[in-house]
């Protein structure tokens, strides 16, 4: 059976610190691992990985994949209280048409 | 481009009652799904579609049914709701190409109680 575990389960850290998220899987016929930011309502889209190695940035946010350990983190510097969210990985699979989440991070940001 | 609609944003329904969460997108998408979302949890795949016409399950089928008779709409019918299906609901869609599932993108997402 297919698995993404994501870890913590919860982090609570104060403005201005780094954090770094987990996403690891266990599948077959891996192709890409998407991470989604979860605020009060839908999941948005930040980034999708499918070469070990290569990091993907988006201002203070950044994301990496090593497909050999097979697992993902996401890095946050200079945490913001608008960084308070949900953050979801989720893997794609060759031969399939959905993706598999994993159960999520809730991180929060004390000012 | 309005993206991925929902309706209705919130809904009480007693047991035993029927009620169908609509979703829309006019991204021309043909892969649709359904997830649903309990506190705390991640999402949960209870229906997707790969095209008009088309359905299959995802892990947490019972006590729902879906219809795609268009690419634009995917309903989602609770049929007898029990308080089990109290949960936020998220309507997604995707492109396709080649058989990659591309980014999601999510509707705001309907939020039941069951009571």
């Known amino acids: 059976e297919d698995k993404v575990v994501q870890s913590p389960l919860s982090l609570v850290v104060h403005e201005g610190d780094t954090v770094t998220l987990n996403c690891s899987y266990e599948v077959t016929n891996f192709r890409s691992l998407l991470w989604y930011k979860q605020e009060k309502k839908a999941p948005t889209f930040l980034f999708m990985l499918t070469s070990s190695g290569i990091e993907k940035k988006s201002g203070r946010l950044s994301s990496i994949l090593d497909k050999k350990e097979l697992f993902s983190i996401l890095n946050i510097t200079a945490t913001q209280t608008g960084d308070s969210a949900i953050y979801l990985c989720a893997v794609d699979l060759f031969g399939n048409e959905k993706l598999t989440f994993g159960t999520g991070t809730r991180l929060t940001i004390i000012p | 481009n309005a993206g991925v609609t929902q309706t209705p944003k919130f809904r009480i329904l007693k047991i035993g009652q029927s009620m169908t969460l609509q979703c829309t997108q006019d991204m021309n998408h043909n892969y649709m799904y359904w997830y649903r979302q309990d506190p705390g949890m991640g999402l949960k795949l209870i229906y997707y579609s790969v095209g008009a016409g088309i359905t299959d399950k995802g892990e947490v089928p019972n006590g729902y049914n879906v219809s795609r008779s268009t690419t634009e709409d995917f309903p989602l019918r609770l049929e007898l709701a029990a308080p089990s299906q109290t949960s936020v609901y998220f309507c997604?869609?995707?492109?396709?190409?080649?058989?990659?599932?591309?980014?999601?993108?999510f509707g705001p997402g309907t939020r039941l109680t069951v009571t």
């Open positions: 997604a869609s995707s492109s396709s190409k080649s058989d990659h599932v591309y980014e999601q993108y």
